[in-house]
């Protein structure tokens, strides 16, 4: 075939395998794929907002100590003590920032929600095309699951209050344990 025709649209399953139980996972992972999305660039976003409101206090005050070292504090105690006290802080909120990473942990989070976004791209398409073109659903799911466990794998953990917060929003209902 040449590089150049365009692929035919020719239908490539009957569509009897595409039950309403299969539809209806699909459509249920959709919903899951798009509450982790929500999820994820939530999270990214308040680790956004927590490394500005550690950082950027952190700096100033570091910057407040440097300037007051070469200031002359011959004999004022409670100018000493107070650059003292902002010295101390800004080595708490430094050392915060490094330890919890949160510019390191929105990005992984925004990549999650990248992630998620596609999957969940694929899943509306497949729901949208005819079923003739859908190919085999035992194909599609198992391509669909194996993605969402890569994803859920390399995903950092969402926090449980996110993920029901996003999971009511979109609508997911845990699977009932059966007796």
């Keep these: 075939m040449d590089p150049a025709t365009p692929i035919q649209n020719v239908p490539t399953s009957n569509g ?38 550690v950082g950027v206090p952190a700096v100033i005050f570091a910057s407040i100590v440097g300037t007051a070292v070469f200031a002359d ?16 802080l800004a080595a708490v909120l430094a050392a915060l920032q490094t330890f919890l990473r949160f510019s390191e942990r929105a990005a992984s989070h925004a990549t ?25 659903a035992k194909d599609c799911l198992d391509t669909v699951r194996k993605e969402i466990n890569r994803v859920a794998q390399d995903a950092p953990e ?17 699977p009932v344990e059966l007796p």
């Design 16 to 53: 009897r395998d595409w039950t309403a139980h299969v539809v209806q996972l699909l459509e249920d992972w959709h919903k899951r794929c798009y509450a982790a999305q929500h999820a994820h660039y939530a999270t990214a976003d308040m680790c956004r907002l927590l490394n500005y409101l």
């Design 73 to 88: 504090l011959a004999d004022d105690t409670p100018r000493r003590f107070a650059i003292a006290s902002v010295s101390i």
């Design 158 to 174: 969402l926090s449980v209050r996110a993920w029901k917060r996003e999971a009511k929003r979109f609508g997911v209902t845990e």
């Design 112 to 136: 999650a929600g990248d992630w998620y976004s596609a999957i969940r791209r694929d899943i509306e398409e497949t729901l949208h095309l005819p079923v003739e073109y859908r190919g085999s």
